[in-house]
């Protein structure tokens, strides 16, 4: 039989085609959609809308709480900000453990406990205001917290990863890596006025670490934990061109290979299937073009045609690959080591969403 690990997509387009061809009676096949319909419900699939409300909302609500903190909340003072942090964080915390104790509201769940993790921030930068102790000088407001990289927030950024690995020790719900993971990220360039070290290149490093973090997670045998790989690539993917595109591009060789770096990105999307890497070496491919266009070419007549040329030239290449998909994937496929494969496989983008 067939690994039980693969994650399959199957349609009412598909169970057609299995009738059609025998595998599958008529009678059998509304029986089969049916089973596959509630199985799915149960997984908490096909909820789109339901989905939608519970994500959109928490995004707009964590969005008010951190990056849309006036200045005027600073008059309240420290231990104001910590206890409204508090007083939020902890109604946060308790109604998302009742609805995560609930089967058809655990995302619900989930969600408000991420949203308590969120708050972690402002409540520990108000004890530190209320107290007078940083990690060096005084970083500032809490409204500078996502613009400038200060060694004052990094007791923040600790605090945050623990309050969010401990919440995952309780609750398995991969969202909970978003703030773990933003909040390592800023860690990782907060921390380099302490060290002495550029931050952009600290950045990238940490970058690469986590994108292999994310790597060695794809291949871990618990399969119902794969789409917590999800936001490890995506913030080790944002974390190394992040650091990537704000390092000194004064020659044109350094940003040739910037163009090959973000080219290099888009291939890589293809071999893991993880689309963040396809959206941002694309928009780092992109840029390159524009400064093609707009400063190296500039006056030139021919360049467009060019541009134009090079376009349809990878119109034509999706074309043959198109015609030759099967035999080149086979061809592909034979020559990937093992655990490459069970990355394709089973830890996608195809095959988590």
């Known amino acids: 039989m067939g690994d039980k690990d693969v994650v399959m997509r199957i349609t009412g387009l598909d169970l057609d085609e299995a009738v059609s061809q025998g595998l599958l009676s008529t009678e059998n096949r509304e029986e089969l959609e049916a089973f596959l319909v509630e199985r799915s419900i149960d997984r908490g699939e096909g909820l789109g809308f339901v989905s939608l409300a519970y994500y959109l909302g928490a995004m707009v609500v964590v969005s008010a709480l951190t990056w849309f903190v006036a200045d005027s909340w600073d008059r309240v003072g420290g231990w104001g900000l910590s206890a409204i942090a508090l007083a939020y964080g902890c109604g946060f915390a308790a109604a998302g453990f009742r609805f995560y104790g609930r089967s058809d509201t655990k995302t619900l769940g989930g969600l408000l406990i991420t949203m308590s993790v969120c708050l972690t921030p402002l409540f520990t930068y108000g004890l530190q205001k209320g107290t007078g102790l940083w990690t060096g000088s005084a970083p500032g407001e809490y409204v500078d917290f996502f613009n400038w990289v200060r060694s004052g927030w990094c007791v923040m950024e600790i605090s945050t990863v623990l309050v969010g690995l401990i919440a995952m020790k309780y609750v398995s719900f991969p969202f909970l890596v978003a703030p773990v993971s933003f909040s390592l990220w800023f860690l990782s360039m907060d921390i ?162």
């Open 192 to 353: 380099t006025p302490l060290l002495g070290v550029d931050h952009r290149v600290v950045s990238l490093v940490f970058g690469i670490f986590m994108i292999g973090f994310a790597l060695w997670w794809d291949l871990r045998e618990d399969v119902e934990g794969r789409e917590y790989g999800f936001w490890l690539h995506l913030f080790g993917a944002v974390a190394f061109w992040g650091g990537l595109s704000t390092m000194d591009g004064r020659t044109e060789l350094r940003r040739a290979l910037y163009c090959l770096i973000n080219l290099g990105f888009v291939l890589f999307s293809l071999l893991v299937d993880r689309s963040i890497y396809l959206v941002v070496g694309a928009s780092g491919f992109f840029g390159y073009l524009g400064h093609l266009a707009w400063v190296v070419f500039k006056d030139t007549l021919y360049f467009p045609f060019l541009l134009v040329l090079f376009g349809l030239s990878v119109m034509w290449l999706g074309l043959w690959y198109h015609k030759n998909r099967k035999s080149l994937t086979l061809w592909m496929e034979s020559r990937m080591p093992d655990w490459f494969l069970r990355i394709r496989e089973i830890r996608g983008d195809s095959s988590s969403w």
